[in-house]
């Protein structure tokens, strides 16, 4: 009797552990990313094509994992003393993992997209945290962009040279992002944009390539009555073509030259209204605060 009685008490914690796990593995069923976390996603596809790089699918199962690791980080906290930000605190349906250089061990956080989701396969985090709250994706890149270790994981380069990411997961909250890269394609349903009206044709929507510095596709010499992010003067349009390379690569797709009288400009982004100039003016980092609108 008492061999059966622990039978049946074995049998009943492996069937709620076995759920447990099973959950886990379960992604929420409205999934959908964030229009800033889209935003990121975009601008690092647009970065990989300026660079000849293929484009990177929009992955669930990743997005999951990095929608898990920003909720934790922002209220749990796991990157203090000798811990990193690739860690994972104890408060979470997962295994805890203190994630940092003389630690062998580095599965931990390598594995966590098979530990969470159905994707049987190890991912590589990307991970950044702001003392502000308000992260701007257009900001971000352009600082990501200055530092050579973050742009050799976003362009398979150096350390990536012999990985191939076919597969990627944004998440962005309170301060902290996180990209997710894997190397094999995830067989879950690409997820939607949360704001209702942009949903998945959006996301299948192909990488817009950057437009060439030529006079059909990026020069302005007529007035359209539309408000320009102006950044940078020039005396000669050849100079100008030159240096607006520089902005389609810090991901700045929509850069145009805009002439008029003996002026040559580089507009960093174009609207059709001042308020959504302005918007777009707030959200530039440091870098570019020097910025000025013009209508034309």
């Known amino acids: ?35 800033d976390e889209y935003r990121l996603y975009q601008l690092i596809n647009s970065l990989r094509t300026v660079n000849k790089m293929p484009a990177i699918d929009l992955s669930a199962s990743l997005s999951h994992v990095a929608h898990l690791h920003v909720s934790d980080l922002s209220q749990n906290h796991p990157d203090t003393s000798i811990c990193n930000l690739h860690s994972w605190s104890v ?36 991970a950044y945290a702001s003392a502000d709250e308000i992260i701007h994706p257009d900001s971000l890149m ?19 040279e012999k990985k191939k990411w076919l597969a990627a997961g944004v998440g962005i909250k309170d301060g902290y992002t996180v990209v997710w890269f894997g190397q094999v394609k995830d067989k879950l349903k690409t997820p939607k944009v949360c704001s209702g009206k942009k949903a998945v044709a959006k996301i299948e929507k192909k990488v817009e390539q950057p437009k060439k510095t030529d006079k059909k596709t990026v020069v302005i010499n007529k007035k359209t009555g539309r408000f320009y992010l102006i950044f940078g003067s020039y005396d000669r349009q050849k100079e100008a073509e030159k240096y607006i390379k520089r902005y389609f690569k810090a991901g700045f797709t929509n850069a145009k030259i805009v002439t008029s009288s003996k002026k040559v400009r580089i507009s960093l982004s174009d609207h059709p209204d001042l308020d959504s100039a302005k918007a777009a003016k707030a959200k530039l980092s440091k870098e570019y605060k020097d910025a000025w609108i013009i209508k034309y």
């Open 1 to 35: 009797m008492m061999k059966m009685l622990r039978f049946i008490a074995f049998t009943m914690i492996f069937t709620v552990f076995g759920k447990m796990l099973f959950a886990q593995k379960e992604l929420p069923k409205k999934l959908c990313i964030s229009s």
């Open 91 to 126: 408060n979470g349906k997962w295994i805890a993992c203190c994630y940092q250089n003389y630690v062998l061990k580095q599965d931990c956080m390598w594995d966590k997209p098979k530990e969470l989701t159905p994707y049987k396969y190890r991912g590589y985090e990307l």
């Open 142 to 160: 352009m600082l990501w962009l200055e530092i050579p270790e973050v742009q050799n994981m976003l362009l398979n380069r150096g350390a990536y």
